[in-house]
């Protein structure tokens, strides 16, 4: 390594650079920079809990100090590389510019009177004393804003791209009084014809269609900053008026928990030289809490017949008196109601009176359920039917705007029964691609039943699900009192339009890949077909194709001369996968309650895959017939009760069958063939939030060969070699459960502390006594411990001798593998990261007798691999491109008094790896 007097001059350029963009640079005397926003909770009476915590109120404060990389606000110092010494010379060249633009416009307009008689050119010369007009009320608009502090930036980025800028507002305004001619013009020539005439109707669509592209053009933000402005982060300034808003915002936050007795103190304090930060000291004191709780009516028929007003409320004597419970305890009445068949009932309907006179901290509270008014009177809810449920299976919403009279009139109509005696009217005019059958099976609003919210979400639910249902809008058409004649209930019919996407579409997909160092070249030709049995089937067919460049252990690219004819990419894979998806559950039994809930699908899939290595050629036949359905919004689950795949090794190189068989792995590259079954639940929480925490968990489980191994068994058959086969191919047998917990934690406005954690491990028994390779677990790569390239870590402290000339292929049956990482947005598109990974993988039994790979509880934890490094992220919005560099800390391979690496010898270039890859690693 070089020593480090070397880098002196470097290090002392950017020690430079660092202090001339201080944050503070350009902060006026009375000015201070906003270091840190911080919340202290006082608890003066350990008694009471609080049901919040100082992360809560953090979120509520602003503005959010600038962040920083390395203890370091980068944002800030990119942002003050462009100072405001070039506004004097900006403004300079502006007035010189504006009194040119000036003389240019008066030789223009005496040149007038020249081209009167001439139209095409006199046209032209007054769009020219236009323009320079414009160009000079946009001089003047920036020249004025130089002396205003707060224009300030808008200045330095215009003195910048004064240019582009100025061109860019004349382009937009030339362009709108060009949109509003030519809209004039079309609106008198509209009008020339009858109101509901096609030609109304055809001027006026283009009417429309060209007041958009003018609303487009006007909204277009013409002004161009420097590049500082948009890669940097504007120093936040500390101002007493964002105190006063803070405490007011935790007051109202505290208030609303039913802390009504809470203070705010705030203290200021130096962080540094222009430097201040704020501490918040909160006082929550004692909350207030629901003594006891009645809702109240003047219609007390309607609280009598609705006894879920009382029932299972959510507030119960003793809860706090929290804002956000008595919303809740709205909503859950607004949707019980709706659910019963009050169809027009809101939640503005209930509003609460809160009496605190009693004392002690407590309250009464009344809620109060107001009654509807028609005809300026009051009248009492009503709950509803319905009456007809009419399904437009081809809605189209254009031609209905078009034609809102005579749309619907004109189609022919059916009516379809079910064997439960339900009956739906199906209106259409086009020909019938999408059988009605189908569309019913996931219809729960039925004639004469009563309204309910919950069986339109369901409906809403699977209609949507469909890919071939473009847009599914559901709406209810009250039906007057005069033909449905009833004191009791109202009525209503139920339209269903729905708007179909195109049924066929075909795709392809070029792409550079990267597995974990292995650069490679990727291409998918995609058909899909959205309906293809009438039955709202999606037929998916894709056909892949893939080069790639494998690398060995010592560096080179082929293991013998047959692979001599491929010097850049040494590695293939093709492949065709074949997906059927069907928008219901075959299951046999009555799971009525279960679809409606949870909108199974049902998916079967075929696939054919060759993988040609330079030292293996690797086929696979496969077949799964499976389910997948979401019980919430954050929890997924996926079964697939048949699993089949043929695995089948083709032209071994020399060097990695004797690799095999010296060390007994034969048995697991060995031809295959696996039955089994397959489970998989996932969590993700808080996933539509970017202000709180996340927490991501994946559970995966997988048994295979019992079934096959009992009838075998039962049957009688024949061992070959101690194993059962079904033709040449013996079956695998074995169990496998992996667990994979991620938690992403935010520690400032740009700052994320993830946490992985990936335990699995696969145990083989009965018919195969070794796990399949393809089943597996392998490390190291951009995506597992970074410090070791992928395949090249494990099994346990086993260590692959130089001398043997094979690619890295390191696997085995248990995998425990650690990763923190610190993310932080540097500036732009970039983001840079640290991370330590620690891990490994190890075998499960004596079968593998490569030294030291086998897993023992007593010895595990010395053998535990630990890496660390720096990564960077460029985020181009539609993929992020990953860099990371890893540094191996702690080798297990390496003896283990010199396991700890840089404690014992010098840094070698094998202690580092560089991945390239295509998102985030977890």
């Not at 009476?45 to 606000?73: A, G, H, Q, T, W």
């Not at 416009?105 to 046209?123: A, Q, S, V």
């Not at 001798?801 to 593998?817: C, G, L, M, R, S």
């Amino acid at each position: 390594m070089k020593p480090l007097h070397r880098f002196f001059p470097l290090l002392l350029g950017l020690s430079v650079w660092i202090s001339a963009c201080s944050p503070t640079k350009y902060l006026t005397e009375d000015e201070y920079l906003l270091t840190a926003n911080k919340v202290v909770i006082s608890n003066e009476n350990d008694s009471i809990k609080y049901d919040f915590s100082e992360s809560d109120l953090l979120y509520l404060l602003r503005p959010v100090p600038n962040s920083k990389l390395f203890f370091m606000r980068f944002g800030t110092r990119i942002y003050n590389m462009r100072s405001d010494k070039s506004l004097e010379r900006a403004t300079k060249k502006y007035e010189r510019k504006k009194e040119n633009l000036i003389e240019d416009k008066k030789k223009l307009e005496d040149k007038t009177d020249k081209y009167r008689n001439n139209y095409g050119k006199y046209k032209a010369h007054l769009e020219n004393i236009e323009e320079l007009d414009i160009k000079i009320r946009i001089h003047t608009k920036w020249l004025n804003t130089k002396t205003s502090v707060t224009n300030q930036d808008l200045v330095i980025n215009s003195a910048q791209n004064y240019r582009k800028t100025y061109k860019a507002q004349c382009k937009k305004e030339l362009k709108t009084n060009e949109y509003d001619a030519r809209l004039k013009d079309l609106k008198e020539e509209r009008d020339k014809f009858e109101k509901g005439s096609s030609d109304f109707k055809k001027i006026d669509k283009k009417l429309k269609k060209l007041q958009f592209k003018r609303d487009e053009a006007e909204a277009k933000d013409c002004n161009k900053l420097h590049w500082t402005r948009k890669a940097g982060e504007e120093p936040v300034k500390f101002k007493q008026n964002d105190i006063f808003r803070n405490e007011r915002q935790i007051n109202i936050f505290l208030k609303n928990k039913g802390y009504y007795t809470c203070k705010v103190r705030t203290k200021t304090e130096p962080a540094g030289r222009k430097k201040r930060e704020v501490i918040y000291t909160v006082y929550p004191n004692e909350p207030y809490k629901i003594r006891s709780f009645v809702p109240e009516s003047t219609d007390t028929l309607f609280v009598k017949k609705n006894p879920t007003l009382v029932k299972n409320t959510l507030l119960k004597k003793d809860a706090l008196l929290d804002v956000s419970l008595l919303e809740s305890e709205r909503q859950r009445i607004y949707d019980n109601l709706r659910n019963i068949g009050y169809y027009k009932f809101s939640k503005d309907y209930i509003f609460y009176s809160i009496d605190t006179l009693g004392g002690n901290h407590s309250a009464n509270i009344r809620m109060i359920i107001k009654q509807p008014i028609e005809n300026n009177k009051l009248t009492t809810h009503k709950a509803f039917k319905i009456r007809n449920v009419n399904i437009y299976p081809d809605y189209d919403p254009k031609a209905a705007l078009s034609d809102t009279e005579n749309y619907t009139a004109s189609m022919d109509t059916f009516v379809l029964g079910t064997e439960k005696g339900n009956t739906f009217r199906f209106l259409s005019n086009t020909p019938e691609e999408l059988k009605p059958a189908t569309i019913v099976k996931g219809i729960y609003i039925f004639s004469d039943s009563l309204y309910q919210s919950s069986d339109v979400k369901a409906t809403y639910k699977y209609l949507s699900a469909m890919k071939i249902i473009k847009i599914a809008n559901i709406d209810f058409e009250e039906i007057p009192a005069n033909v449905c004649p009833d004191t009791i209930f109202g009525y209503l019919d139920c339209n269903i339009k729905l708007s179909q996407n195109e049924r066929q579409s075909f795709t392809s997909e070029l792409e550079a890949t990267n597995t974990s160092g292995d650069i490679g070249a990727a291409g998918n030709i995609i058909y899909a077909h959205k309906n293809i049995f009438k039955n709202a089937e999606l037929l998916d067919i894709r056909i892949k194709g893939a080069l790639e460049r494998k690398v060995n252990t010592d560096g080179t690219t082929s293991t013998d001369e047959a692979n001599s004819d491929l010097p850049f990419f040494n590695s293939y894979e093709i492949g065709a996968d074949v997906s059927l998806e069907f928008p219901s559950l075959f299951a046999p039994g009555d799971l009525t309650k279960f679809i409606k809930k949870n909108n199974p699908k049902t998916v079967f899939n075929t696939n054919i895959n060759i993988l040609a290595r330079p030292d293996y050629k690797r086929q696979v036949a496969g077949l799964s017939f499976g389910y997948f359905w979401n019980t919430s919004p954050e929890v997924r689950h996926t079964f697939r009760p048949v699993l089949f795949d043929l695995v089948q090794l083709r032209n071994p190189s020399e060097d990695f069958l004797s690799y095999i068989n010296r060390y007994k792995l034969y048995e697991s590259y060995e031809d295959h063939l696996i039955l089994g079954s397959a489970y998989t639940i996932a969590y993700q929480g808080n996933s539509k939030s970017n202000n709180r925490n996340q927490i991501y968990l994946r559970i995966n489980g997988k048994i295979a060969g019992n079934s096959l191994y009992g009838v075998m068994a039962l049957t009688g058959q024949p061992k070959t070699d101690g194993n059962y086969r079904i033709g040449e191919n013996s079956f695998a047998q074995f169990t496998k459960l992996d667990v994979d917990f991620r938690y992403y934690r935010k520690t400032g406005k740009n700052n994320k502390l993830v946490f992985r954690s990936f335990l699995g491990a696969v145990y083989p028994y009965g018919n195969l006594k070794v796990v399949p390779f393809g089943e597996k677990y392998f490390t190291g790569g951009a995506n597992g411990i970074r410090a070791w390239q992928v395949r090249t870590l494990g099994p346990g402290s086993y260590y692959l001798p130089v001398y043997i000339d094979v690619f890295p292929n390191q696997t085995a049956d248990i995998k425990a593998e650690f990763n923190l990482e610190y993310r932080q947005k540097i500036f732009w598109m970039l983001e840079g990261a640290v991370f330590v990974d620690a891990g490994n993988i190890w075998a499960i039994n004596e079968a593998d007798d490569r030294t030291g790979a086998q897993f023992k509880f007593n010895n595990f934890y010395n053998e535990i691999a630990v890496g660390t490094g720096v990564g960077f992220r460029f985020d181009f919005d539609f993929f992020i491109l990953r860099l990371d560099i890893g540094l191996k800390l702690r080798d297990p391979a390496a003896p283990p008094e010199r396991r700890w690496v840089h404690l014992h010898r010098a840094m070698k270039y094998d202690d580092w790896a560089f991945n390239i890859g295509i998102g985030y690693p977890f």
